[in-house]
């Protein structure tokens, strides 16, 4: 298996723009999750999905911030408008089950907002 | 705000000594633990994952737990130079559908 994929590794933007960042999750895993790392913060939880659906969104920072997955195999995190305070590695990771099973991360994007 | 707090380290040990990581967790009501391993410019991955009071081995990995005292702990046997990563510990949140909460991490470095 080819594991957590993401895309891209690398994004660099200008503040204001729109920013999408893409998942594809380990194939058969029903949990899909969406972190965010800083120096200063750690690594927090933004979302979750259990087949396909959101169940917890409350680490969302703002309504700048919006999650999807329209099917098993694909999630996208999109940020809109993008501000330097944004700048981060995102992880996306899958799990069979819930949190109590294990959490396979995606190599992350890291993003640069100028 | 739930918490899990752990020293930023960085930790450094000689190779082949014990190195010693502490966790501490704000949620009593937390009943599974993980300890996760990233090297620099990585991402993390699961080494350790711990559910009841005492000890649990794997390798030259053990990790304990102390629920009374909300604290959790990762021992390295044997340190070697690639052990050199930063470890962070997780917990889950026992008021919430189960998320995650991580602590920032434990810079180790085992030096040759």
Known sequence: ?114 | QKEVEQNSGPLSVPEGAIASLNCTYSDRGSQSFFWYRQYSGKSPELIMFIYSNGDKEDGRFTAQLNKASQYVSLLIRDSQPSDSATYLCAVIDGGSQGNLIFGKGTKLSVKP
């Open chain 1, 1 to 114: 298996d080819a594991g957590v994929i993401q895309s891209p590794r690398h994004e660099v933007t200008e503040m204001g723009q729109e920013v999408t960042l893409r998942c594809k999750p380990i194939s058969g895993h029903d949990y899909l999750f969406w972190y965010r790392q800083t120096m200063m913060r750690g690594l927090e939880l933004l979302i979750y999905f259990n087949n396909n659906v959101p169940i917890d969104d409350s680490g969302m920072p703002e309504d700048r911030f919006s999650a999807k997955m329209p099917n098993a195999s694909f999630s996208t995190l999109k940020i809109q408008p993008s501000e330097p305070r944004d700048s981060a590695v995102y992880f996306c990771a899958s799990s069979l089950s819930d949190s109590t099973d294990t959490q396979y991360f995606g190599p992350g994007t890291r993003l640069t907002v100028l």
